[in-house]
């Protein structure tokens, strides 16, 4: 198993800024992944974060919007950059400790509100 | 993008009954498995059924998969107000949850006391 500290769990931006969201795991794991959560939908892959390489994103995100540091295998970030309201989510992140069972954990998500 | 598609996007019950959501996706899995978020928040992890394996359980849920019609259910027994929250199943596709999970749209669960 393994525990996320996620934050922050709430902010309030005004456009055109930048937010950075801070993911600690109690344990050691290569796989971590960053969601997005638009209201009332469903999560959404924004990319795979793994240590000692580069993040991986999903078609419709860029790193120039959404950069990610993986620096070691307890700690990542994923930076919302240039808000716009359309922004406006829960972003998730969550790791993979076991790759036979595959379960995931999440961190408790930070809900953004661009204004 | 999406892949699974959960009927019904809402359900109402009450407490005592039984809930079954639906679930159905559209490619080959690895396995497939069912999340509770409650509130927006974090989401937590309820069980796991792989593609080989057509039922599980685990103490008041009951998980069935049938990989030809691409589909799973999940079935919660006597119903709780503690099990108010919506519900998703994720696929994984690859195998080794390498590239992350695919969730479905969800079911949003209401327990009327």
């Known amino acids: 198993s393994a525990v996320i500290s996620q934050k922050p769990s709430r902010d309030i931006c005004q456009r055109g800024t930048s937010l950075t969201i801070q993911c600690q795991v109690d344990?050691?794991?290569?796989?971590m992944f960053w969601y997005r959560q638009q209201p009332g939908q469903s999560l959404t892959l924004i990319a795979t974060a793994n240590q000692g390489s580069e993040a991986t994103y999903e078609s419709g995100f860029v790193i120039d919007k959404f950069p990610i540091s993986r620096p070691n295998l307890t700690f990542s970030t994923l930076t919302v950059s240039n808000m716009s309201p359309e922004d406006s989510s829960i972003y998730l992140c969550s790791v993979v400790p076991d790759r036979v069972n595959t379960e995931a954990f999440f961190g408790q998500g930070t809900r953004l509100t661009v204004v | 993008s999406q892949q699974g598609e959960e009927d019904p996007q809402a359900l109402s019950i009450q407490e005592g009954e039984n809930a079954t959501m639906n679930c159905s996706y559209k490619t080959s899995i690895n396995n497939l498995q069912w999340y509770r978020q409650n509130s927006g928040r974090g989401l937590v992890h309820l069980i796991l059924i792989r593609s080989n394996e057509r039922e599980k359980h685990s103490g008041r849920l009951r998980v069935t998969l049938d990989t030809s019609k691409k589909s799973s259910s999940l079935l919660i027994t006597a119903s709780r107000a503690a099990d108010t929250a919506s519900y998703f199943c994720?696929?994984?596709?690859?195998?080794?949850?390498?590239?992350?999970?695919?969730f479905g749209k969800g079911t949003h669960l209401i327990i009327q006391p």
């Open positions: 994720a696929t994984d596709d690859s195998g080794g949850g390498a590239d992350g999970l695919t």
């Open positions: 344990s050691q794991v290569t796989m």
